[in-house]
């Protein structure tokens, strides 16, 4: 009998605790949808232009890196959960396998970013090589005239959008530059392009107002800032910035490919470092995320020093709340590209 009146007085406790859970989730009114997205760009954006009723949830946590994140069984099923996934394509190699796994009627509206904009295209003809566009001419002159043709082809219809001479490491099956957010000009469009595809329902069109005000400012600032430079290319530890490259007219070597995780050879090391002795560039400019080993070998070899520049594909919390998210962290970029660069002192 005793352990009846136990087992009952154990449900009734549930019950209880289960109504004042309730209660309290829904305190000043019906709980909010949820937005789920993959990595801190696409928070920023998404964040920037929602309306009330929705919140974001951030699925990759500032400072881990992007390249080699894999979500918990947790954050999986969050996303499945979710009322909209909205993520930037070519980062992480889970997005797909979390997608193909919805089921149901119920499944979140899902929005691949990548898709929405023109993206920079990578040169997958040369892979693995330092050498300049001067070298690679002549090569090509003397080996295969058509080669040489299929090359002005390949600038011609990307408008010498490749902002880099050297950006030719092994990109495996990635055909386009993921970091698409570096450009203010392609976070404007996106923001237009959530707008036209979620809704008023979801996006606040007076927030997208707003916020696409702030990126043509910040697109001024930059274009403004790197107008008048001594340099024309800079040193990166990564293959991240190639937008900016593209759109405000500088060229990049990287030490390493798109995916930060893969290594340079000893000899795409020599070649660099004989290339920045020849060139005269001597900054080095290397990512929180990213070991600074490799930017600090070549540092020494050519007397130069390493600076810190912000990818913004999953920044430090505290770089977050220092400089104050996007805009911020493209503020710093700004000085630090300006530095590069030698802007201004013409």
């Not at 008023?200 to 008048?228: C, H, M, P, R, W």
């Amino acid at each position: 009998m005793l352990k009846k009146i136990s087992i009952v007085l154990g449900i009734l406790a549930l019950i209880i605790s289960s109504v004042i859970l309730f209660s309290q989730g829904n305190e000043g009114g019906e709980q909010k949808k949820k937005i789920t997205v993959n990595m801190y760009p696409a928070y920023e954006l998404v964040n920037s232009i929602i309306n009330d009723d929705y919140q974001v949830e951030l699925i990759n946590e500032p400072g881990l890196d992007a390249h080699d994140f894999e979500p918990t069984g947790k954050q999986i099923l969050e996303i499945q959960n979710s009322d909209v996934f909205v993520y930037f394509d070519g980062i992480g190699e889970w997005e797909d396998d979390v997608i193909s796994s919805f089921e149901g009627d119920n499944q979140p509206i899902v929005v691949n970013l990548s898709e929405k904009v023109d993206t920079l295209q990578l040169d997958e003809k040369d892979s693995n090589k330092h050498d300049d566009d001067h070298e690679d001419e002549e090569k090509h002159d003397d080996e295969h005239e058509d080669d040489h043709k299929d090359e002005d082809k390949h600038d011609d219809e990307h408008d010498h959008e490749d902002g880099d001479d050297h950006d030719e490491h092994d990109h495996g099956d990635l055909d386009y530059d993921p970091h698409i957010w570096l450009d203010p000009t392609k976070m404007r469009e996106l923001a237009i392009e959530l707008e036209n595809e979620l809704g008023e329902d979801i996006v606040d069109s007076k927030k997208v107002e707003e916020y696409t005000a702030k990126l043509v400012g910040l697109d001024n600032s930059f274009s403004s800032a790197l107008s008048q430079c001594n340099q024309s290319k800079i040193v990166t530890s990564h293959e991240a910035f190639g937008y900016m490259g593209a759109r405000y007219g500088f060229e990049i070597l990287t030490i390493q490919g798109i995916d930060s995780t893969q290594e340079p050879s000893p000899m795409e090391l020599a070649e660099l470092v004989e290339q920045l002795k020849t060139e005269g560039l001597n900054t080095i400019l290397v990512e929180t995320q990213i070991s600074p080993d490799f930017s600090n070998l070549i540092a020494d070899e050519v007397d130069g020093v390493v600076n810190i520049i912000y990818s913004i594909e999953s920044p430090q919390t505290s770089d977050i709340n220092e400089f104050g998210g996007y805009f911020g962290l493209m503020e710093e970029n700004k000085k630090v590209l300006t530095e590069a660069l030698g802007c201004g002192k013409i």
